[in-house]
T-cell receptor, first 110, second 111 residues
Framework: TQLLEQSPQFLSIQEGENLTVYCNSSSVFSSLQWYRQEPGEGPVLLVT?????EVKKLKRLTFQFGDARKDSSLHITAAQPGDTGLYLCAGVDSGYALNFGKGTSLLVTP | DVKVTQSSRYLVKRTGEKVFLECVQDMDHENMFWYRQDPGLGLRLIYF???????EKGDIPEGYSVSREKKERFSLILESASTNQTSMYLC??????????FGPGTRLTVT
């Protein structure tokens, strides 16, 4: 199993602040996926990044895949309480199963 | 609308009981997965299946078994439940190379 490390582990911010979370590995992945998990629910896919250096935007969320396809970041602009949740990155390689990081738990307070 | 359903959202069992967790997907996906999720440990893969009657061990298979008799159904079995198996159990399905769809999870408590 290839390890994906996410940082920070926990983040508590006020509504309106910006934040960045990171997903790092020593391994190369063919693509990387970001999921968000709300309390008591299963994770839901936010985005898949495929090309090294790729940047994808989803409203206030910006995802970047590193040039070497070993790391990724998620930036949230003007966070809202609805962004609260656990953010998971998952690396896709040649195997059947995804490699998940442990997640960043985000709390946005009004 | 794609869907992965799990038989129970909450389950309380006693130590030593045999426990069945059922998962059904309606997307005709070949690959199905069982994870457990614990605070600080993240998602850990227990077993996965890439076809009917086919199964592979994940990272933490000890104490668990699985069954896949039909493409849409993947069952996780705890042969003799123990307190250290108290956890959130998540089922998922996927077509290789594409999005993984998760069920809502079963929060199992073993007392």
């Amino acid at each position: 199993t290839q390890l994906l490390e996410q940082s920070p582990q926990f983040l508590s911010i006020q509504e309106g602040e910006n934040l960045t979370v990171y997903c790092n590995s020593s391994s190369v992945f063919s693509s990387l996926q970001w999921y968000r998990q709300e309390p008591g629910e299963g994770p839901v896919l936010l985005v898949t990044v495929v090309t090294g250096g790729e940047v994808k935007k989803l409203k206030r969320l910006t995802f970047q895949f590193g040039d070497a396809r070993k790391d990724s970041s998620l930036h949230i602009t003007a966070a809202q309480p609805g962004d609260t949740g656990l953010y998971l990155c998952a690396g896709v390689d040649s195997g059947y199963a995804l490699n998940f990081g442990k997640g960043t738990s985000l709390l946005v307070t009004p | 609308d794609v869907k992965v359903t799990q038989s129970s959202r909450y389950l309380v069992k006693r130590t030593g009981e045999k426990v069945f967790l059922e998962c059904v997907q309606d997307m005709d996906h070949e690959n199905m997965f069982w994870y457990r999720q614990d605070p600080g440990l993240g998602l850990r893969l227990i077993y996965f299946s890439y076809d009917v009657k086919m199964k592979e061990k994940g990272d933490i298979p000890e104490g668990y078994s699985v069954s896949r008799e039909k493409k849409e159904r993947f069952s996780l079995i705890l042969e003799s439940a123990s307190t250290n198996q108290t956890s959130m159990y998540l089922c998922a399905s996927r077509v290789e190379g594409y999005e993984q769809y998760f069920g809502p999870g079963t929060r199992l408590t073993v007392t």
